[in-house]
C-alpha cells in the first residue's frame, strides 16, 4: 500500500494567516492527489484533484502543489468557514489511501 | 446534484455481519465513470477505503477486508451496499459512502471523490 503521511496533525491560526500543509507519499504517485476539507458533522467536500487544479466553486484562496511524493496544500489568507479538518488522498493505486488529517483551530 | 446517504443498524454484534446501503439521489448508479466507494474511519484513527464497486458491477477491496467484504449495486432501487462479516470492535467507525468520478486533463485522466455521504456511526458491541 502506499502510505501517505500528512503534517501537522493540528494547527493554530488566526483569521487572514496563511497556512500550509504537507503530504508526503511512501512512493512517487505522480500528480494522482486530491485535498479534501471536513467540517464536523458534515460530509466531507472537495477541495482540489490532481494536485493543484481547483475544483469549480472553491476559492481561490486554497491552492495545491507538488508531484511525486510532496504535496502541499496552502491557504493564503485563513477565514472563517476554513477552520476545519484536511486530509489528502492518493487516487494513484489501490487500496486508496488517506492522509492522517490537519485539524485547523481558531487561535 | 448528487446526494448519498448512508443507512443501517448502528449497533452490531461481535461475529456478526455488518450491512449497510448507501442511496443515491440526483443521479444514477449507473452513471458512466462511477466507483461507488466505501470508506470508514475508526475513532480517532485515519480514514480507511474498504472498496468500491464501479458502475458496470466490477469491484475492488482493500486486501486488509478482503476476505470479510462484499458489495452490491441494486441498480432497480438506486442504491449500493456493504456487507463487512465477522465484525469485531476494531470495526466500530464512522462509515461513509461516496462516489469516485475520473475526469479528462489534457491528455491525462484523474481520479477524484466527488461527492460523499455524511457517515453513519457503527458500533460493535
Known amino acids: 500500500d502506499i502510505q501517505m503521511t500528512q503534517s501537522p496533525s493540528s494547527l493554530s491560526a488566526s483569521v487572514g494567516d496563511r497556512v500550509t500543509i504537507t503530504c508526503r507519499a511512501s512512493?512517487?504517485?505522480?500528480?494522482?492527489l486530491g485535498w479534501y476539507q471536513q467540517k464536523p458533522g458534515k460530509a466531507p467536500e472537495r477541495l482540489i484533484f490532481a494536485a493543484s487544479i481547483l475544483h469549480s466553486g472553491v476559492p481561490s484562496r486554497f491552492s495545491g502543489s507538488g508531484s511525486g511524493t510532496e504535496f502541499t496544500l496552502t491557504i493564503s489568507s485563513l477565514q472563517p468557514e476554513d477552520f476545519a479538518t484536511y486530509f489528502c488522498?492518493?487516487?494513484?493505486?489501490?487500496?486508496?489511501?488517506f492522509g492522517q488529517g490537519t485539524k485547523v483551530e481558531i487561535k | 446534484q448528487v446526494q448519498l446517504q448512508e443507512s443501517g443498524p448502528g449497533l452490531v454484534k461481535p461475529s456478526e455481519t455488518l450491512s449497510l446501503t448507501c442511496t443515491v439521489s440526483?443521479?444514477?448508479?449507473?452513471?458512466?465513470?462511477?466507483?461507488w466507494t466505501w470508506i470508514r474511519q475508526p475513532p480517532g484513527k485515519e480514514l480507511e477505503w474498504i472498496a468500491y464497486i464501479s458502475y458496470t458491477g466490477s469491484t475492488n477491496y482493500n486486501p486488509s477486508l478482503k476476505s470479510r467484504v462484499t458489495t452490491s449495486l441494486d441498480t432497480s432501487n438506486n442504491q449500493f451496499s456493504l456487507k463487512l462479516s465477522s465484525v469485531t470492535a476494531a470495526d466500530t467507525a464512522v462509515y461513509y459512502c461516496?462516489?469516485?468520478?475520473?475526469?479528462?486533463?489534457?491528455?491525462?485522466?484523474?481520479?477524484?471523490?466527488?461527492?460523499w455521504g455524511k457517515g453513519t456511526t457503527v458500533t460493535v458491541s
Open positions: 488522498l492518493q487516487h494513484n493505486g489501490y487500496p486508496r489511501t
Open positions: 512512493q512517487g504517485i505522480r500528480n494522482d
Open positions: 440526483g443521479g444514477s448508479v449507473s452513471s458512466d465513470s462511477s466507483y
Open positions: 461516496a462516489r469516485e468520478v475520473i475526469t479528462p486533463v489534457s491528455r491525462y485522466y484523474f481520479y477524484y471523490m466527488d461527492v
